[in-house]
Structures are given as structure tokens and as C-alpha cells.
């Protein structure tokens, strides 16, 4: 009977601490960071799409690095470029963005460091290494 117990208070003690760690409230940053990818994967599912409109050609990129600078720049002409509104998922992308402006300049602005302010690097994405097997 011992034992049982001893697996039953671990167990307690287990889902506990998972119940807690997601309650945590995500910080700034780590908003910015996960909606800032969010928003990168939803474009490229756009631009591969069969099904969209062919406007979605014409709309800039929209690759995010939260840490240059001019990801402020392009998400603003983003949000603004005039093509594609009649698109749903267009329009969502552009509500989405103009989130994540909103939140990087008003809620955001003191909590992060932009490390470069390379607009470049924004138009030409990294792609990630190859591995080899």
C-alpha cells in the first residue's frame, strides 16, 4: 500500500507542476517571439496555397525577426499595402501584424533589444542549414 501512495502523491506532485508552468502568463517577449512566428508561417501557407487569390503574388514579404529593427517598417507597410483586402486570409494576416506592431510599440517597447536594424535581411530570409545524414 505504501508504494501506491508514494505513486499517487508523485503523480499529484507531476500534474501539479505542469498546471502551473501553463498558468505562467508569457511575457512580453515570448508573445512578440511565438505571434511574430505564427505570423511568418501563415504567409508562407498563403504564398504555397492553390487555392488563394492571385493578388497574394503581388503582397510584400512578410519574413519577421523581432530583433532588427525595421520589422516596425515592414510591418507597417504590410498592414497599409492596399492589394488583396477582399482575400479573408489576407486580412486576417494584416490584423495579425497590426497586432504584433501594436504590442511591439506600445506594450513591448522598453522590455526589447533590437539587435540589428539590417531591412535586408528581412527581404532575404535565412534558410535554415542542411543537415546531413
Same mark, same amino acid.
Given at each position: 500500500?505504501?508504494?501506491?501512495? @508514494? ?18 502568463? +508569457? ?22 496555397? @492553390?487555392? $488563394? ?25 504590410? $498592414?497599409?499595402? +492596399?492589394?488583396?483586402?477582399? $482575400? ?36 532575404? +530570409?535565412?534558410?535554415? +542549414?542542411?543537415?546531413?545524414?
Amino acid at each position: 500500500k505504501l508504494p501506491t501512495m @508514494k505513486m499517487l502523491l508523485l503523480l499529484t506532485a507531476l500534474l501539479s507542476a505542469a498546471l502551473l508552468a501553463r498558468a505562467a502568463p +508569457p511575457t512580453c517577449y515570448s508573445r512578440v517571439l511565438s505571434l511574430s512566428k505564427e505570423i511568418t508561417e501563415s504567409f508562407k501557407e498563403l504564398q504555397t496555397s @492553390k487555392t $488563394v487569390d492571385s493578388c497574394v503574388e503581388t503582397l510584400p514579404r512578410l519574413y519577421l525577426d523581432i530583433h532588427n529593427y525595421c520589422v516596425l517598417a515592414k510591418l507597417r507597410d504590410f $498592414v497599409a499595402y +492596399p492589394g488583396c483586402d477582399r $482575400v479573408v486570409e489576407v486580412s486576417e494576416l494584416k490584423e495579425k501584424a497590426r497586432s504584433l506592431y501594436t504590442i511591439l510599440i506600445s506594450h513591448c517597447r522598453r522590455d526589447l533589444v533590437f539587435l540589428t536594424d539590417d531591412c535586408n535581411a528581412l527581404e532575404i +530570409p535565412i534558410s535554415p +542549414p542542411i543537415e546531413h545524414s
